[in-house]
């Protein structure tokens, strides 16, 4: 089975580094993203991770939150080392914002990206999360990733799958 092999991380971040040159030294080959200034690879590591530490690597759909690697190891079927040198999977092995200087930048850009509109494709509805959908149970407030996923259009009745992210010009 061919890995995919995503790595999402900052250009400063000393971590994201030590799993970058943790992948070269094995000959894994993957796509980096730098969340700083790609705010599409922002909103994908946001959505998959959860949270807005880097650096987040990807292996087939599998996240890892850090450097970590014993569980890269795992992952991707190389074996593990008998003696570990790097400690395993501590808070200190991310940047959070102490550590990374781009962190509120990064923090500032997933708020905006929370609080972006979307558009239904088939009417041409806009789900504002500063209004939300209060005649349906949604909060003003509510980003339309945390709306329920039953929730529909209330023009059309469309799915959420129907919506497109507008971009803030
Ligand atoms: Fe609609």
Not at 11 to 36: E, H, M, R
């Amino acid at each position: 089975m061919v890995q995919q092999v995503k790595v999402y991380s900052t250009p400063i971040c000393p971590w994201c580094k030590k799993t970058k040159q943790f992948l070269d030294k094995n000959g894994i080959p993957y796509q980096s993203f730098d969340v700083a200034s790609d705010k599409a690879a922002l909103d994908e590591m946001v959505s998959s991770s959860k949270q807005l530490s880097v650096p987040v690597v990807d292996i087939n759909g599998d996240i890892l939150v850090g450097f970590d690697e014993e569980w890269l190891r795992q992952k991707l079927n190389l074996p593990q080392e008998e003696k570990k040198v790097e400690a395993i999977k501590t808070p200190a092995n991310k940047c959070t914002s102490g550590t990374c200087a781009q962190m509120d930048e990064i923090k500032q850009a997933v708020a905006a990206l929370r609080m972006s509109k979307y558009k239904c494709n088939v009417c041409g509805y806009v789900y504002d999360p500063e209004l939300g959908d209060p005649d349906r149970g949604v909060k003003p407030g509510t980003p339309f990733d945390e709306t329920p996923d039953d929730w529909v259009c209330p023009v059309c009745g469309s799915a959420k799958s129907k919506f497109d992210r507008i971009e803030e010009v």
